[in-house]
């Protein structure tokens, strides 16, 4: 995603696809679809976000954003609201904010399929 197009999406909150996965050890604990803060857009290094519950910081390159869509149901409180379809995986490990590439999914081989042998219609008397 380029730096101009992100750049309008200053001070948007915005939940992430996929969500951030917590941990507290090696315990994974439910996902909360949070908000964050779209804090700084800055064209050589990425955007900067933060989580409005945890107050963890993320930076992100602009490889690592696929896309931005609105989502306009939740500008009901005069703020603007979107996701971050991201190509990674953002874990919240403690204190400590990871950011991973997401495993690529396999292709699907599909089973060759056999056309099944053509029936005369009965006929009529």
């Not at 969500?19 to 909360?32: D, K, N, V």
């Not at 955007?47 to 910081?57: A, E, G, Y």
């Not at 896309?67 to 500008?75: G, I, N, Q, V």
Request: charged content about 35%.
């Amino acid at each position: 995603m380029t730096p101009s197009k992100l750049a309008k999406y200053f001070h948007h909150r915005v939940r992430l696809r996929p969500p951030a996965r917590r941990f507290r050890g090696l315990t994974e604990l439910r996902i909360m679809d949070d908000d964050w803060l779209v804090q700084e857009v800055e064209a050589r290094l990425g955007v900067r976000i933060r989580n409005t519950r945890t107050d963890q910081v993320a930076m992100l390159g602009f490889d690592q954003i696929r896309d931005y869509a609105p989502d306009p149901k939740r500008e009901f409180d005069g703020l603007r609201h979107g996701f971050l379809e991201l190509k990674v995986q953002v874990f919240l490990r403690g204190p400590d904010v990871v950011i991973e590439p997401q495993p690529r999914a396999r292709p699907v081989k599909r089973a060759a399929t056999v056309a099944a042998p053509a029936t005369a219609a009965p006929k009529k008397k």
